[in-house]
């Protein structure tokens, strides 16, 4: 069974521009989890996508959004890059049963903006 | 909203000893508790779990204990190895709105000395 998969691994960007990260869930997962990961702020929750819909939301600026599709892979996008985005962006897919359940991390993608 | 709050930052042993990690939440309806083992330049995986109908959760060298009372749970590994030396993550969640939503400690950096 294929694991999460994120596309790209890497990406540099120049302040101002935008970004659009991509995430492949394991087959059968409809909950897809996006986390930005820097070495002061750990792992903080940007949002969350079930069926199409987002169901939970951090706390970050409308700058980032996310969209899913019906065969559950998951976009997110950052506008007007700041250098304060660079970070390592990971995406958890989970199978949903009305409980929590393990939460399978891709290998993230590292965001540079210069 | 969640807040979890995870000590110590660091945390250096000698192979063979004991290391206990704990965390602390804040939000009373949080019911789900995992455990989350990072290597460097790895993605986070899910080394344990507990829900917050369970005191305690054993497997193999890991446990995991949860004080529902006090809002706070600890992972303890036994007889540690080298190959224990990572980034440990504690996280809370909530099935209240129906959302695979996890709140993650800082982290802890654990060192085990040969």
């Known amino acids: 069974k294929a694991g999460v998969t994120q596309t790209p691994r890497y990406l540099i960007k120049t302040r101002g521009q935008q970004v659009t990260l991509s995430c492949s869930p394991i087959?059968?997962?409809?909950?897809v989890s996006w986390y930005q990961q820097t070495p002061g702020q750990g792992l903080q929750f940007l949002f969350e996508?079930?069926?199409?819909?987002?169901?939970n939301k951090g706390n970050f600026p409308g700058r980032f959004s996310g969209r899913q599709f019906s065969n559950s892979r998951s976009e997110m996008n950052v506008s007007t890059l700041e250098l304060g985005d660079s970070a390592l962006y990971l995406c958890?897919?989970?199978?949903?049963?009305?409980?929590?359940?393990?939460?399978?991390f891709g290998q993230g993608t590292r965001l540079t903006v210069v | 909203g969640e807040n979890v709050e995870q000590h110590p930052s660091t945390l250096s042993v000698q192979e063979g000893d004991s290391a206990v990690i704990k965390c602390t939440y804040s939000?009373?309806?949080?019911?789900?508790f995992p455990w989350y083992k990072q290597e460097l330049g790895k993605r986070p995986q899910l080394i344990i779990d507990?829900?917050?109908?369970?005191g305690e959760k054993k497997d193999q060298r890991i446990a995991v204990t949860l004080n529902k009372t006090a809002k706070h749970f600890s992972l303890h590994i036994t007889e540690t190895q080298p190959e224990d030396s990572a980034v440990y993550f504690c996280?809370?969640?909530?099935?209240?709105?129906?959302?695979?939503?996890?709140?993650f400690g800082k982290g802890t950096k654990l060192t085990v000395n040969p």
């Open positions: 958890a897919s989970s199978w949903w049963t009305g409980l929590n359940t393990e939460a399978f």
């Open positions: 087959s059968g997962h409809r909950s």
């Open positions: 996508y079930f069926s199409e819909t987002q169901r």
């Open positions: 939000d009373s309806a949080s019911n789900y």
């Open positions: 507990i829900r917050s109908n369970v």
């Open positions: 996280a809370a969640s909530s099935t209240q709105g129906g959302s695979e939503k996890l709140v």
